[in-house]
């Protein structure tokens, strides 16, 4: 009888590591960060570059999405630095499209909510994710994690996602993946599967399978004639 009650209790821990991943997620997603880096600075008195810190400041996934959509890529006067690509313009488009209709959806079916905008759904579905079964819970989970990545990769192309030459383990296109770092996501811009760092060993797997040289069979035998 204690087993039934350590299985509510496992039920219930997992519950809540779920409930904080979807929040951190939908944050990253709708809310500005601030990242602390150091810019070097010429000390003419020693002679060398002194590292003076500095805060950066960072506009949320989704308005990060919205401003490579529209082209419009910060401050005016900032010289063009980051020319938007049509590529990547058109990934951020179709990566904003998708999350709009799912969360739309999942907040009317789900929570049986009427839909708002994007932001708002998104805030939503984290406020109320505690109210969720866990099944439910779990489907909430996977949907943030996709949104999430797709806008991680799609979004900053002054420093691009890796692309591993490789199929999709999901939808089996060639060179859809895209992979960041810090913390670890990879996503396919083709069918929206995505990947994070609890389960990106059977991806990592999967690229370095395919990646790995074939086998070379030419210095087995002589090349004469
Ligand atoms: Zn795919």
């Not at 350590?6 to 991943?21: E, I, M, S």
Request: charged residues 25%.
């Amino acid at each position: 009888m204690t087993t039934h009650a350590q299985t509510k209790t496992d039920d219930r821990a997992a519950g809540q590591v779920l409930t904080q991943r979807i929040q951190d997620r939908v944050d990253d997603l709708t809310r500005p960060s601030t990242t602390r880096e150091h810019q070097p600075v010429w000390n003419r008195a020693k002679g060398r570059f002194d590292h003076r810190p500095h805060v950066v400041e960072h506009p949320s996934l989704v308005e990060q999405l919205e401003r490579a959509v529209g082209g419009t890529t910060g401050p005016s006067n900032s010289a063009g630095a980051y020319e938007s690509k049509p590529a990547a313009r058109m990934d951020a488009l179709d990566a904003l499209t998708s999350m709009k209709a799912e969360a739309a959806r999942v907040v009317s079916y789900l929570l049986r909510e009427q839909p708002r905008a994007l932001v708002p759904n998104l805030q939503l579905l984290a406020a109320r994710a505690h109210d969720l079964d866990a099944d439910d819970l779990r489907y909430v989970d996977a949907l943030v994690l996709g949104w999430w990545g797709r806008a991680r990769v799609t979004t900053g192309w002054d420093s691009p996602a890796w692309r591993p030459h490789v199929r999709c383990m999901a939808c089996d296109r060639l060179d859809s993946l895209r992979v960041r770092t810090e913390p670890l996501v990879a996503a396919c811009l083709s069918c929206g599967a995505a990947w994070d760092a609890s389960n990106i060993g059977i991806l990592g797997n999967h690229i370095q399978i395919a990646l790995a040289d074939p086998i070379d069979q030419t210095d087995t035998r002589d090349a004469a004639s």
